[in-house]
């Protein structure tokens, strides 16, 4: 081997330590923080829906400290809007995006497709993508609950509901309830106010007045503030907080709530993104699973309290089911039983009749 041959060979081996030995010092590179980032369509003080996702969200805080920075955008819109807010916080460099109300559905899948390396979670939709999973909880089976309680409460036989939007979730949750309340009493009545908004505590305030005057004596509501549960206190009659409990604003008045769990699935879904194997999916659980929970039973009677407890861990063990065969559509028509013996998910998540007993026509059909 000639000299030369010989020093080119020496500067090959020592050019190949040092590179190995810079591979070696230099850390991986990782990001310092997981940016995690929230849209709510209503503000975070309406205690009820957007509360509830942000207490999930400073409980992520609490998990991981600062292996995470949190960003959230409260009043959003649903429409252009939302679909502003949510690339917002693509751009922002945010890695895992909460999207929490239905109506951002189409701007999630949109804005999506433009961030494949952002994985999006959105409350209530439908629409998936590889970077899209969809999460809810099974409200209708608190309503099943909330309607058992109130046809036993009701003096009047009347029972007044504040809708937000007529869309599926909604449409089951008053389905559900009357369902469970005609078991009760047979000739139960619900009256029906559409305030076509998900948090406006006037209209809300406004419709729950309106369903006292026509004679309901129980409210429930589908909608995100306590304003139904303080006409309610104010005017002597019972009501359901929704979304969280409620009684500091009806201590007279409030029989229980649906308490919106959020936290657990929200730090798991962090934990995911964090250990790498997030993956798109579909999460939908109720009361077995406490996403959702009741809050507890109050201003009823003892044997109330019971019976509301045990519909409760029924709805839970299986063995009482909201939907079960057979129910019967408007028209006295015996609706299609896909589920075996009660209706089966995708039939509850489309949901868009009314069940027989419920004089009222949904808008729009």
Same mark, same amino acid.
């Given at each position: 081997m000639n000299k030369a041959i010989m020093a080119? /060979?020496?500067? %090959?081996?020592?050019?190949?330590?040092?590179?190995?030995?810079?591979?070696?010092?230099k850390p991986e590179s990782k990001p310092d923080k997981l940016k995690v980032g929230f849209v709510y369509v209503g503000p975070v003080g309406d205690f009820g829906w957007s509360y509830q996702h942000?207490?999930?969200?400073?409980? &992520?805080?609490?998990?991981?400290?600062?292996?995470?920075?949190?960003?959230? /955008? #409260?009043?959003?819109?649903? =429409?252009?809007?939302? #679909?502003?807010?949510?690339e917002q916080l693509a751009r922002a460099g945010n890695k895992l995006i909460f999207v929490t109300s239905f109506g951002y559905m189409d701007s999630?899948?949109?804005?999506?497709?433009?961030?494949?390396?952002?994985?999006?979670?959105?409350? *209530?939709g439908y629409k998936r993508e590889p970077n899209?999973? %969809?999460?809810?909880g099974r409200f209708?089976?608190?309503?099943?609950?909330?309607?058992?309680?109130?046809?036993?409460?009701?003096?009047? =036989?009347?029972?007044?509901?504040?809708?937000s939007?007529?869309?599926? #979730?909604?449409?089951?949750?008053?389905?559900?309830?009357? /369902?469970?309340?005609?078991?009760i009493n047979p000739n139960i009545k619900v009256k029906i106010v559409w305030v076509n908004s998900w948090f406006n505590p006037g209209k809300e305030a406004d419709a729950a007045k309106a369903l006292i005057?026509?004679?309901?004596?129980? &409210?429930m509501q589908h909608t995100d503030s306590a304003a139904a549960v303080q006409i309610a206190n104010e005017r002597g009659i019972h009501a359901f907080g929704q979304d969280s409990d409620m009684i500091k604003f009806?201590?007279?008045?409030?029989? *229980?709530?649906?308490?919106?769990?959020?936290?657990?699935?929200?730090v798991s879904r962090v934990k995911a993104v964090m250990d790498g194997n997030w993956a798109s999916q579909d999460v939908w659980e109720g009361l077995k699973d406490k996403m959702i929970q009741m809050a507890p039973y109050t201003n009823m009677p003892d044997d109330v309290k019971k019976l509301a407890a045990d519909t409760e861990a029924g709805i839970a063990a299986g063995t009482i089911k909201p939907f079960a065969c057979p129910i019967l559509d408007q028209e006295g028509k015996e609706v299609e039983c896909k589920g075996g013996d009660q209706l089966d998910d995708g039939q509850i998540r489309g949901m868009n009749f009314y069940v027989k007993g419920i004089d009222d026509k949904i808008p729009g059909k």
């Open positions: 080119a /060979l020496v500067l %090959t081996a020592s050019c190949a330590g040092l590179s190995v030995a810079s591979a070696q010092d942000d207490q999930a969200r400073q409980a &992520i805080v609490k998990e991981f400290g600062d292996k995470v920075e949190t960003t959230y /955008l #409260e009043k959003v819109s649903e =429409g252009p809007d939302g #679909e502003r807010s949510i999630v899948i949109k804005v999506a497709k433009k961030y494949p390396d952002v994985k999006f979670e959105h409350a *209530t899209v999973s %969809t999460y809810a209708y089976e608190g309503r099943t609950i909330q309607g058992t309680i109130a046809a036993k409460i009701s003096k009047k =036989g009347v029972l007044g509901y504040i809708g939007f007529p869309v599926p #979730e909604v449409i089951s949750g008053i389905n559900a309830t009357i /369902l469970a309340a005609q078991k005057d026509q004679g309901a004596d129980v &409210i009806g201590p007279k008045a409030q029989l *229980t709530a649906i308490i919106n769990n959020w936290t657990p699935y929200y």
